[in-house]
């Protein structure tokens, strides 16, 4: 059963401060990586995609690695702002029907 | 374009009591899926429909749980005879085929959030 987890829960950071949020996934087998925000009491906003094909995918301030074999995404933020404040979680799509299997994500503060 | 939607955006409820959950997808996709979020986790999965038909159903917790997507497009979830347990956020997300082709990139609702008393 895939497992996926993101360390630390919680992460505060001043302003203008690169980043990394990391993940972890126990079955190689994927498809796709999903990164997510959420901000509080809101749905998720999709942020970047990564073939299992891929080694990385950028969007602006964001870049988002994939190492397969390791089990490993991260997420680099770069010159975060307050506006980056949110929770940021990971998915992995194994195939089965595209479901995503989620972590519990990690909860960004940015100072200003 | 509009997004997912999804209403109501809060429900509140009494235990023993049935509800129903809206969801519409993005104009044109056929995938479409249910997802639950307690607090301080991450969604967990409920249901994928590919068109009309749900193609898995295997994250429904039991059999108070259902869902229909009759027209390939609108998705309600009702769910039956709620307990407090059942008290999250559902979420819907779409995407525009679904399966396994590694492109599934799937656009959620803000969700709607449940509690039962």
């Known amino acids: 059963k895939q497992e996926v987890t993101q360390i630390p829960a919680a992460l505060s950071v001043p302003e203008g401060e690169n980043l990394v949020l990391n993940c972890s996934f126990t079955?190689?087998?994927?498809?796709?990586l999903q990164w997510f925000r959420q901000d509080p009491g809101k749905g998720l906003t999709s942020l970047l995609l990564?073939?299992?094909?891929?080694r990385e995918q950028t969007s602006g301030r964001l870049n988002a690695s994939l190492d397969k074999s390791s089990g490993r995404s991260t997420l680099y933020i770069a010159a975060s702002q307050p506006g980056d404040s949110a929770t940021y979680l990971c998915?992995?799509?194994?195939?089965?029907?595209?479901?995503?299997?989620f972590g519990k994500g990690i909860t960004l503060s940015v100072r200003p | 374009g509009a997004g997912v939607s999804q209403t109501p955006s809060n429900k509140v409820t009494e235990k023993g009591k049935y509800v129903e959950l809206r969801c519409d997808p993005i104009?044109?996709?056929?995938?479409l899926y249910w997802y639950r979020q307690s607090l301080g986790q991450g969604p967990e999965f409920l249901i994928y429909?590919?068109?009309?038909?749900?193609?898995?159903d295997s994250g429904l917790p039991n059999d108070r749980f259902f869902a229909v997507r009759p027209e390939g497009s609108v998705s309600t979830l009702k769910i039956q005879r709620t307990e407090r347990g059942d008290s999250a956020v559902y979420l819907c997300?779409?995407?525009?085929?679904?399966?396994?082709?590694?492109?599934?990139?799937?656009?959620f609702g803000p969700g709607t959030r449940l509690t039962v008393l």
């Open positions: 429909f590919q068109g009309t038909g749900a193609a898995d």
């Open positions: 997300a779409s995407s525009l085929r679904g399966g396994s082709t590694g492109l599934n990139e799937q656009f």
């Open positions: 079955d190689s087998a994927i498809y796709n």
């Open positions: 998915a992995v799509d194994t195939g089965a029907n595209s479901k995503l299997t």
């Open positions: 104009s044109g996709h056929t995938a």
């Open positions: 990564i073939q299992s094909s891929q």
